[in-house]
C-alpha cells in the first residue's frame, strides 16, 4: 500500500512534514487493515489552494508577492477546520501535513469537522499592526469562497492571534452583507467568541492527567511535573496541574528554563511573564537551567508545550519522566517515539493530548450558530467529559491492538473517517 509515497501522485505537498504524515498514517492503514481505496483517497487533500496577492510595506513603494495556503484535507464529515498561521517559512507541504493531522484529532474526540490549515508565508513579527491587518483582509478575500460557516472554519495558530481572527471575520461579513461570527473560532468574546477558549488546550491537557498517571501507578496529587514552552498551552497547563494538585518542578520558555524542586508558584511566573513578556530574569526560587535541560529533568510527568520536533533520538534516552503528554503539535520525532515505547514511557500523543482547543472551538462554532452563549461551568464541564471519554476510548483501542497511545489514536480517528467516507459511497 505505502509502495507510492510520495510517487507522482503526491509530488505537490512533498515536505518533510507531509512525508512523516502520510508515512505514519500509511502505518496505520496497513496495521488496522484499512480498506485500499479509502487509503487511497485519504493519502491526499482534498482540495489545496495556492493564491499569491501584492503587498506593499508601509514606508515603500515597492510591492512584492505574497504567498498564502488554504488545504481542505476532507470534506466528508461536515465543515472543516483547522488554524491559519503566518510565519517565514510556511509552505503548501506543511500546511497539508497539518490539515491531516487535524482530521484525525477531530475524529478521535468525535467533532463533526474534517481537518484543514492555512497560513501566509511573512514573517509576522516584521509587520507593524496596520500591515498585519491588511496582509490579513487581503488574504481572507483571495480564499473567501473556500471558507464559511458550513465550509471551513478558521482559528488561531502560530502568528495569528484574536485580533486576526476579528480581521477574518470582519472581511467575511464585508463580502457577504452581514455579520457572520461562526466563520471564525479564537475570536475576541465581544464578537461572539467563547470564554474558556484561550485556558481549553492547557486544561483539556491536565484533564487527562489523573487517567494517565492512573495507567502507570501515579497519583495526580503531588506528582511531580515539568512543563516545557509557556505560551498559551504551557502556562494554563502548568496553572491547571498546579491546581489539580500536582507540583510544578520546572518550567521554560525561548530565554530559558527554572528548576525548583519544592515547586514553583505558577501564579508567581505567570504575572511575571505578561509585566515581562518571558522567562528571562525569573527565578522562583529555585535554579535557572537551559531550555534542553527541563526535557532531561528529574520529573514525572513532562508536558512538551512550546513547539514541534523537540524530543527526538539525541535526548528521548535521558528522559527521565515516566508519562509525556504532548500538549505542543508534532514535539516527538518519529524515532524519538520508538526509544520512548521500548523504554516504558506512557506517551499521550498530541491528536488526543491537546484536542480541547479544537474542542472549545467547536463550542465555539455552535454558540454563535445557535446564538445561545454557555456559561464557563458549562464549557469547562463538557470539555472534561469529551477529553476523558477520548481517552477512554484510545486506551480501549490501545490495549486491544496491544499498541502503543499514538497509534491507537490514529487508528480510532482514521476509522471513523473511514465508516463514514464508506457509508456516503463515491459521487457520481
Ligand atoms: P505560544 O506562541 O503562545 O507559546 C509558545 C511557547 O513556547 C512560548 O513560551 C515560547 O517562548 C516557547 N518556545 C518557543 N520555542 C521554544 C523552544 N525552542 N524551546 C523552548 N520554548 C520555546 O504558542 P501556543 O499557542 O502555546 O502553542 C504551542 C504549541 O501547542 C504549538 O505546537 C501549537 O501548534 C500547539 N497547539 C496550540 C493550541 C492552542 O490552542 N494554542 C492547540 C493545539 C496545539
Not at 131 to 152: A, F, L
Not at 386 to 402: L, P, T, W, Y
Amino acid at each position: 500500500m505505502s509502495q507510492h509515497i510520495l510517487g507522482d501522485g503526491l509530488r505537490e505537498w512533498d515536505s518533510p512534514l507531509y512525508r512523516e504524515a502520510v508515512s505514519q498514517f500509511d502505518r496505520v492503514a496497513d496495521l488496522m487493515g484499512l480498506d485500499a481505496n479509502i487509503a487511497e483517497r485519504l493519502r491526499v487533500p482534498q482540495r489545496s489552494m495556492i493564491v499569491t496577492f501584492p503587498y506593499r510595506h508601509e514606508n515603500s513603494s515597492e510591492v512584492e508577492s505574497l504567498f498564502g495556503y488554504r488545504v481542505q484535507h476532507l470534506l466528508s464529515m461536515g465543515p472543516t477546520k483547522g488554524g491559519v498561521r503566518f510565519a517565514p517559512d510556511v509552505n503548501l507541504g506543511e500546511v497539508a501535513a497539518l490539515a491531516m493531522l487535524m482530521t484525525w484529532k477531530c475524529a478521535i474526540v468525535g467533532l463533526p469537522f474534517g481537518g484543514s490549515k492555512g497560513g501566509v508565508r511573512v514573517d509576522p513579527t516584521l509587520l507593524t499592526r496596520s500591515e498585519k491587518q491588511r496582509v490579513t483582509r487581503r488574504y481572507t478575500t483571495e480564499i473567501i469562497n473556500v471558507i464559511g460557516p458550513n465550509k471551513d472554519i478558521p482559528a488561531p495558530d502560530m502568528g495569528t492571534d484574536e485580533q486576526v481572527m476579528a480581521w477574518i471575520m470582519d472581511t467575511y461579513s464585508q463580502q457577504v452583507g452581514h455579520t457572520v461570527p461562526a466563520v471564525v473560532t479564537g475570536k475576541p468574546p465581544a464578537l461572539g467568541g467563547s470564554v474558556a477558549r484561550r485556558e481549553a488546550t492547557g486544561r483539556g491537557l491536565v484533564s487527562l492527567l489523573p487517567a494517565a498517571a492512573q495507567q502507570i501507578g501515579l497519583k495526580t496529587d503531588g506528582v511531580a511535573v515539568a512543563v516545557h514552552g509557556f505560551g498559551n498551552v504551557g502556562r494554563y497547563a502548568a496553572l491547571a496541574a498546579h491546581q489539580a494538585g500536582a507540583k510544578v518542578v520546572a518550567i521554560s520558555d525561548i530565554a530559558g528554563g527554572i528548576y525548583n524542586g519544592n515547586g514553583i508558584d505558577v501564579d508567581e511566573a505567570i504575572q511575571w511573564v505578561d509585566l515581562h513578556r518571558s522567562l528571562e530574569g525569573f527565578t522562583g526560587g529555585g535554579d535557572r537551567i537551559t531550555n534542553d535541560e527541563v526535557l532531561i529533568i528529574d520529573t514525572e510527568v513532562l508536558l512538551p508545550c512550546a513547539t514541534g520536533g523537540v524530543i527526538t533520538e539525541h535526548n528521548a534516552g535521558a528522559i527521565k519522566a515516566k508519562l509525556i503528554m504532548e500538549g505542543a503539535n508534532g514535539p516527538t520525532t518519529i524515532s524519538a517515539d520508538r526509544i520512548l515505547n521500548d523504554r516504558g514511557i506512557l506517551v499521550v500523543p498530541d491528536v488526543l493530548a491537546n484536542a480541547g482547543g479544537v474542542t472549545v472551538s467547536y463550542f465555539e462554532w455552535v454558540q454563535d450558530l445557535q446564538n445561545y452563549f454557555w456559561s464557563e461551568s458549562e464549557i469547562v464541564g463538557r470539555l472534561r467529559e469529551i477529553m476523558s471519554r477520548a481517552f477512554d476510548e484510545v486506551m480501549g483501542v490501545a490495549i486491544s491492538h496491544k499498541t502503543d497511545m499514538r497509534t491507537a489514536a490514529l487508528i480510532k480517528g482514521v476509522r471513523r473517517v473511514s465508516d463514514a467516507k464508506l457509508a456516503r459511497g463515491i459521487f457520481p
